[in-house]
């Protein structure tokens, strides 16, 4: 199946300073990137659906301040977590959504373990 | 709205046991369902997808099927072992091209016990 990345794995940072998580599809182009979190023992909670070159939809609840998302290309999409807390410590999935030629599959990066001290 | 529920929350069995894990969804309007393992602390590893228009998909001692009016998926692990013991979810996708994303249920938690 179509590979999509997310770098980097794991982050740690100090409470207020800001962290970049990029997401690529590598074999595949997606138009439709969403970015989903997930607290231990928790299913995933959809945080915003990214269409390239438009801006971003957010789920209720998100601050779309906070969480800056940047679908730069077909194969890129940024989420930037701004003036980090210890809240927003969590897991990052994002995932990409391919064409017809791949079902519209959605498929998933690794995820991003978040930690703010 | 699309509600996606996963039955049961946890399940243990011993190492050679058949099992069925239940998924249902309230719209049974949609395009795709799959089925995911995730391991504790990854991401999630698409197992099965099954289109609108299928009855069931099969991947090794994997099998899914799909039954659209009922709103119900199952999935059957044949011949367990302790390395299926992961989180299993399943995501149904309500439209193919749109931005409507996959509507997870909250998974089962499945441990097989050598």
């Known amino acids: 199946g179509a590979v999509v990345s997310q770098h980097p794995s794991r982050v740690i940072c100090k409470s207020g300073t800001s962290v970049k998580i990029e997401c690529r599809s590598l074999?595949?182009?997606?138009?439709?990137m969403f970015w989903y979190r997930q607290f231990p023992k928790q299913s995933l909670m959809l945080m915003a659906t990214?269409?390239?070159?438009?801006?971003?939809?957010?789920e209720q609840g998100v601050e779309k301040d906070k969480f800056l998302i940047n679908h730069a290309s077909l194969t890129l999409s940024t989420l930037t977590v701004t003036s980090a807390h210890p809240e927003d410590s969590s897991f990052y999935i994002c995932?990409?959504?391919?064409?017809?030629?791949?079902?519209?599959?959605?498929?998933f990066g690794p995820g991003t373990r978040l930690t703010v001290t | 709205k699309q509600e996606v529920t996963q039955i049961p929350a946890a399940l243990s069995v011993p190492e050679g046991e058949n099992l069925v894990l239940n998924c249902s969804f309230t719209?049974?309007?949609?395009?795709?369902l799959q089925w995911f393992r995730q391991d504790p602390g990854k991401g999630l590893t698409s197992l099965l997808l099954?289109?609108?228009?299928?009855r069931e998909q099969t991947s090794g001692r994997l099998n899914a099927s799909l039954d659209k009016s009922s709103g119900r998926s199952t999935l059957y692990i044949a011949a367990s072992q302790p390395g299926d013991s992961a989180t299993y979810l399943c995501?149904?996708?309500?439209?193919?091209?749109?931005?409507?994303?996959?509507?997870f249920g909250k998974g089962t938690r499945l441990s097989v016990i050598a």
């Open positions: 074999d595949f182009q997606a138009t439709t």
């Open positions: 719209d049974s309007a949609i395009y795709n």
């Open positions: 995932s990409a959504r391919a064409g017809e030629g791949h079902r519209y599959e959605q498929y």
């Open positions: 099954i289109q609108s228009s299928q």
């Open positions: 995501a149904a996708a309500h439209w193919a091209s749109g931005n409507t994303p996959l509507v």
């Open positions: 990214s269409n390239e070159g438009s801006k971003a939809t957010y």
